[in-house]
């Protein structure tokens, strides 16, 4: 039986996390989400600089909850596993390493949600995404009304929310959802490559600085966050990369990071 998640991880450092099930749309069954929650754990112990989610076949990236599944549940067996659904979710968001959802397909509900726990988001110029929870007479429960809102404001998240319509790339891009829209999934995945490959240059041990100060510091008033950023700017100090960034600088080299 093939894997529900694979992992590739390249010479670059670039990880390539795919969600393996296409004959169901890559909907997150618990075998799956049990898997998917193992590879990031693999992800945390590997050298991964940049990790790209995305999905397996041509139809979608990941279509939210196994509907079929959660058929035959009892309600607190649904709780449940939504519940895993949210924790897995967060497992993704808490990777310090910068994340991209290359969505080349259909993302919808938990699916969405997935994308919306990277850090980038890019997607392929056919493919639809939305938050269509209400249709189902429930509510997004994996992090969409606070991560959605975060990201494109609160009118334009109850928008999609409440209408439970999808929405396609180029409103995406315009309300800022995704950073880019591609016109197949070849050219997703040269774009997404390329951007992975521009993260891979810079120091690993900056970047989860960086992305830490950025995470943590959204989350509360300007004040604090700016001390936020101050603590994760002290800690690379000390660190060997950034004297081999200043000596790759001053003898006019690319600089040779190890993340230390």
Do not use: W
Not at 30 to 53: F, G, M, P, R
Not at 173 to 192: C, H, R
Not at 224 to 249: S, V
Not at 252 to 257: E, I, L, M, Q, S
């Amino acid at each position: 039986m093939s894997p529900l998640v694979n992992l590739e991880i390249t010479d670059e450092q670039i990880g390539y996390l795919t969600l393996n099930r296409p004959e169901a749309a890559n909907s997150l069954s618990t075998i799956l989400l049990d898997e998917l929650a193992n590879t990031l754990e693999e992800v945390k112990q590997s050298n991964v600089n940049v990790l790209i989610v995305t999905g397996s076949g041509e139809k979608a990236f990941c279509a939210g909850a196994d509907l079929k599944e959660r058929a035959g549940m009892s309600e607190d067996e649904v709780v449940s596993t939504v519940e895993k659904i949210g924790d897995t979710i967060r497992m993704l968001e808490q990777i310090e390493i910068p994340t991209i959802a290359m969505i080349n397909g259909a993302a919808y509900g938990g699916g969405l949600e997935l994308a919306l726990a990277c850090d980038l988001r890019v997607m392929t110029s056919d493919a639809k995404v939305g938050l269509t929870e209400t249709s189902l007479a429930i509510i997004p429960g994996a992090g969409g009304t606070q991560r959605l809102t975060r990201l494109i404001g609160l009118g334009r998240a109850k928008e999609m929310i409440f209408t439970a319509k999808p929405i396609d790339a180029d409103k995406a891009l315009t309300i800022g959802l995704v950073e880019g829209v591609y016109a197949n999934e070849e050219e997703v995945k040269e774009q997404t490559h390329a951007l992975a490959a521009q993260i891979t240059k810079n120091g690993p041990f900056a970047l989860k600085q960086a992305k830490k100060a950025i995470q943590h510091g959204i989350q509360t008033d300007i004040t604090t966050g700016l001390e936020i950023e101050r603590m994760c700017y002290q800690k690379t100090i000390p660190t060997k990369d950034r004297k081999e960034g200043l000596q790759a600088f001053k003898e006019k080299r690319k600089p040779n990071y190890t993340g230390k």
